[in-house]
């Protein structure tokens, strides 16, 4: 069964720290990931897709089939990236969401 | 520029009371879903659907349907509402199912207690 699996619930990092949230996926096929951010108060929204390759807010993401793991990384923490970071998965049009994992910078 | 708007942002209802929550979105996709958001359980699917009058089950549809009479309008029922239905309630949508800017808009979520 397709699944999305986020090990860690809480993550808490002092600011300009590295942060790296973790994502492991199960998937037949060619997995298509995102990550996404909600901010305090603010609705969810997308922050990346793995087959943009892009950077957003100086978060990355890199795809590894070997270890199905699509983990989400920052060199140096901010206050302002203090959120609940959701992975996702798609499975045709739908997406598979992992458990979140809340992500606290401390200044 | 809200794109998708969930009617109530909190509701507080009775057991076995009937409950809807509305969701419209104005960008004219084609799919619309329903998830609820429960700590450390992530977002499950309750129900989806690709066009108008069409629906299909998610993960967790028991004690829910939903209705789709127009392509812009997508509305969760709770039939009769119970304690375990507490829960915040996001709706979202996405166009088509095209590779490299496939993702979805949500709202902002209905947060429902059940009393």
């Known amino acids: 069964a397709q699944r999305v699996t986020q090990p860690e619930k809480l993550l808490s990092v002092f600011k300009g720290a590295p942060v790296e949230l973790k994502c492991n996926y199960s998937y037949s096929g060619s997995p298509e990931l995102f990550w996404y951010v909600q901010y305090s108060r603010q609705r969810l929204q997308l922050l990346l897709r793995h087959i943009s390759r892009e950077s957003i807010k100086g978060f990355t993401a890199d795809l590894n089939k070997g270890e199905t793991s699509f983990h989400l990384k920052k060199p140096f923490a901010q206050e302002e990236d203090s959120a609940m970071y959701y992975c996702a998965l798609r499975q045709g049009g739908k997406l598979i969401f992992g458990q979140g994992t809340e992500l606290s910078v401390k200044p | 520029d809200v794109k998708v708007t969930q009617s109530s942002r909190y509701l507080v209802k009775r057991t076995g009371e009937k409950v809807f929550l509305e969701c419209v979105q104005d960008m004219d996709h084609e799919n619309m879903f329903w998830y609820r958001q429960d700590p450390g359980l992530g977002l499950r699917l309750i129900y989806f659907s690709y066009d108008v009058k069409m629906k299909e089950k998610g993960d967790i549809p028991e004690g829910y349907s939903v209705s789709r009479e127009k392509k812009e309008r997508f509305s969760l029922i709770l039939e009769s509402a119970s304690t375990n239905q507490t829960s915040m309630y996001l709706c979202?949508?996405?166009?088509?199912?095209?590779?490299?800017?496939?993702?979805?808009?949500f709202g902002s979520g209905t947060r429902l207690t059940v009393v």
């Open positions: 979202a949508s996405s166009s088509g199912t095209g590779l490299g800017n496939y993702g979805y808009t």
